[in-house]
């Protein structure tokens, strides 16, 4: 009697076991505990935003806390502060990341884990497209959940500036050119603001790359497949010098001195046009107050008719999860979290667009619809500067500076030799 | 029952009784004692650990990691003077090291120069010219970042930076971006480097110069030398030492300057103000080539020390 009781008990709690075992993960992660360690670099209203999805992750799994790990010397490239903490041995289970190249360099050295497991069993397929899983795959096997991301082929303008000059947004190519002297006759003296000190004056050739070459050449660029001396980049430099050429911006000198575009663009009369990321939305909303859509708004880059108009560049933000965390289960949860509508409705307030499905987009405000919209429909490349070796990008970065100071026929074919001679021993 | 610390130190008959009433005499050095080791161990040991630990090992790390070839989080390669070879045929270091002398150079004669002529000026009113002096000295305790924020406001671009609204006062419109300019940002940057580090000059040469005897001066006088002439001939010649000291400590000051160049212009504009000790940053903490970034680190120390020997060397045979 005893014994047969013992083993219905032992069968009944097997069977609960095995129920249990084969129950969703998120049924599983009600009962996750623990610190869970961020590796978390961003500031000002990037960290207050991370700071409330972490907050609501928390107020969801009350067992977890979450701690975030702040790397050294974030101001403008976080991954050298990232690398000090990881060769430091500081154990961290999710590391934000932006830079695919960097992603690589991770794997590489066995810190991340592959999430393909995670993605079959959470059914991230439902909430990420393939194209985004892509995004975060090296050699396809899945590291990164995206979970942000921006149009980097969006021009910022502020609304008043083009109303003064009795312009809309130029929908093509020459129309844009032709708007540089209708904002000069309005008062604004430089009608594209090109912050050329460290790296955003690159920004320009990418999409202008994208539009004359298209993103699979693009592609091949970043890996090193074709030359930097391949006619097709020359044709986009040439595009970038014609614009140049027309009066687009300020003095040289001027372009290299400029770090910071916001005050630049928004509390000075001198520029329209802005070609930067996303984040410029939150910064804009949240440091500057401005009204989104009414103060400033987006267009599409213009097309060039060159059959490559349907591209974008953009950039996205990820979470890789690590190899020695100590929580994986809260790193697996917390990567479920993210591209849900929780996370997502918190990144809208802020202004930045979520790729997954769940996130409901009309929360979004009318800038981030526009590039949300524009993205959606286009063939993207991720922004070429973050796919190139560090070594690779500086050069280009710099020899690009040398472009603006003069963008002639000449100096092009030096520029470009110079970077293929770096890109030579770059990879 | 053992004698004090300071009678062993100062040997038999050195300490006269107190209550003789007898002036107390310095000890005389008599060479290394064995009753002596155990305090002075202790009082020195501190001072050893803290100098090992901050200095002596990152020194010795640093030069170990050099060759070696680590980039980013990939293994480190060994690659014996591999590095070496590779900075001195990188033609962007070859520019760093004439940046840097450039820049070293340029900060330290205008630094020195003009703190110099200003205490041969102070010397004549000491008095009167003590709040200016203060002023002067501030510059040098103000942080290199805090000023460099400073005078990215002053050297902007447009016509709101200070320097281009007080220029276009007289040149109506006038704007000119002095960190944009490759041609103009390393002076731009040689200027303000320049105003930091003149209060240092003005204090040493001052105390050279307030060092001279009264006699001499006061003979000249009598003699009828004119004010620039005791200038000339007597307080320039007798404030040498206070100029050496301050070339010395400007030059290693210059040699290492980071701060001001990280602040106002990044190394740029197309590398124009990149010095040794930035090129070291950039390959050690944004490419994180951290052996080739060692290398340029061990080049600099190496410099350093070519300046720094010569100097101690002639310091301590003055102090003999």
């Known amino acids: 009697m005893f014994n047969r009781t013992m083993r219905r008990r032992t069968v009944l709690a097997g069977a609960m076991f095995a129920a249990l075992a084969s129950a ?18 961003q500031t000002g209203t990037d960290g207050q935003m991370w700071k409330e999805v972490e907050a609501k992750f928390t107020e969801l799994n009350p067992g977890v806390t979450i701690r975030e790990f702040p790397p050294a010397g974030t101001q403008g490239d976080a991954r050298g502060g990232i690398r000090t903490a990881v060769l430091g041995g500081e154990v961290v289970d999710i590391i934000i990341n932006t830079w695919p190249a960097f992603r690589a360099e991770l794997v590489n050295s066995g810190i991340l884990r592959p999430v393909d497991d995670q993605w079959k069993s959470f059914g991230w397929d439902s909430k990420l497209s393939q194209a985004w899983r892509d995004l975060g795959s090296i050699d396809g096997t899945t590291y990164g959940v995206t979970y942000t991301y921006g149009d980097r082929s969006a021009i910022w303008y502020k609304t008043s500036q083009l109303e003064k000059a009795g312009i809309t947004p130029p929908a093509t190519w020459d129309e844009f050119l032709a708007s540089f002297d209708k904002l000069k006759a309005a008062g604004y003296p430089a009608p594209v603001v090109i912050p050329a000190k460290y790296w955003a004056h690159t920004e320009w050739f990418e999409t202008l790359l994208l539009r004359t070459a298209g993103v699979d050449f693009a592609a091949e660029l970043a890996a090193h497949k074709v030359p930097w001396t391949d006619p097709k980049v020359k044709v986009a430099l040439m595009k970038y010098a014609e614009m140049l050429k027309a009066g687009c911006c300020a003095e040289p000198a001027t372009m290299l001195a400029i770090e910071q575009p916001y005050p630049t663009l928004y509390t000075s009369e001198d520029s329209s046009y802005l070609l930067f990321g996303m984040w410029t939305n939150s910064a804009l909303k949240n440091d500057l107050g401005l009204k989104e859509g009414v103060d400033y708004s987006i267009f599409q880059f213009p097309s060039l008719g060159a059959g490559f108009d349907d591209t974008a560049s953009v950039d996205a933000k990820e979470l890789n999860l690590t190899t020695n965390g100590a929580n994986p289960a809260a790193a697996d949860a917390f990567a479920d979290f993210i591209i849900g509508a929780d996370a997502a409705n918190i990144m809208a307030k802020y202004g930045y667009a ?45 020899q690009l500076q ?10 092009v074919d030096t520029v470009l030799a110079a970077i293929e001679a770096k890109a030579a021993t770059a990879y | 029952m053992a004698n004090s610390v300071a009678e062993q130190a100062a040997g038999p008959g050195e300490v006269s009784s107190s ?8 000890p005389v050095t008599r060479g290394w004692r064995l009753t002596d080791a155990p305090a002075a161990w202790l009082l020195i040991t501190p001072v050893i650990v803290l100098f090992g630990i901050s200095v002596v090992y990152p020194l010795f790390d ?28 990188d033609a962007t270091f070859r ?32 008095a009167q010219t003590t709040p200016f002096r203060g002023m002067m000295f501030v510059t040098f305790g103000i942080s290199e970042a805090v000023s460099g924020y400073m005078w990215l406001n002053i050297l902007r671009p447009d016509k709101a930076g200070l320097l281009n609204a007080v220029i276009g006062i007289f040149v109506p419109g006038y704007a000119h971006s002095w960190l944009g300019d490759p041609n103009t940002a390393l002076w731009a940057l040689i200027f303000v ?18 060092s001279i005897p009264r006699t001499v001066l006061e003979a000249a006088y009598m003699d009828g030398a004119k004010p620039f002439s005791i200038m000339r001939h007597i307080m320039m010649p007798l404030s040498l030492p206070g100029v050496r000291v301050a070339v010395f400590i400007n030059l290693l000051g210059a040699l290492r300057a980071f701060d001001i160049i990280y602040v106002m212009t990044g190394g740029g504009p197309v590398r124009a103000t990149e010095t040794v000790g930035y090129f070291m940053y950039r390959e050690s903490m944004t490419q994180f080539k951290l052996g080739y970034g060692a290398a340029a680190t061990v080049v600099l120390l190496v410099a350093v020390l070519v300046i720094s020997i010569p100097a101690i060397i002639q310091r301590t045979a003055g102090a003999k």
């Open chain 2, 62 to 89: 640093t030069i170990r990691i050099s060759f070696f070839d680590i980039k980013g989080l990939a293994p480190a390669k060994w690659v014996g003077l591999g590095n070496y070879v590779t900075l001195f045929g």
């Open chain 1, 402 to 411: 040398k472009f603006l100071q003069d963008p002639s026929e000449a100096t």
């Open chain 2, 193 to 210: 480097a320049s105003w930091s580090g003149v209060g240092l000059p003005l204090m040493l040469c001052f105390a050279a110069v307030q």
């Open chain 2, 95 to 126: 520019n760093t090291l004439l940046t840097t002398l450039i820049f070293t150079v340029g900060t330290t004669v205008i630094s020195v120069s003009l703190g110099w002529a200003l205490a041969m000026l102070c010397a004549f009113a000491p």
């Open chain 1, 354 to 398: 979520s790729p997954s499905t769940a996130a409901d987009n009309s929360l979004l405000g009318s800038v981030q619809q526009i590039a949300t919209a524009a993205v959606a429909k286009a063939k993207v490349q991720f922004v070429l500067g973050d796919l190139l070796p560090g070594d690779l990008v500086d050069e280009y970065r710099v």
């Open chain 1, 24 to 41: 969703s993960p998120m049924v599983l992660a009600q009962g996750l505990s623990g610190e869970l360690v961020i590796l978390q670099w």
């Open chain 2, 19 to 26: 209550k003789g009433g007898a002036r107390l005499r310095l």
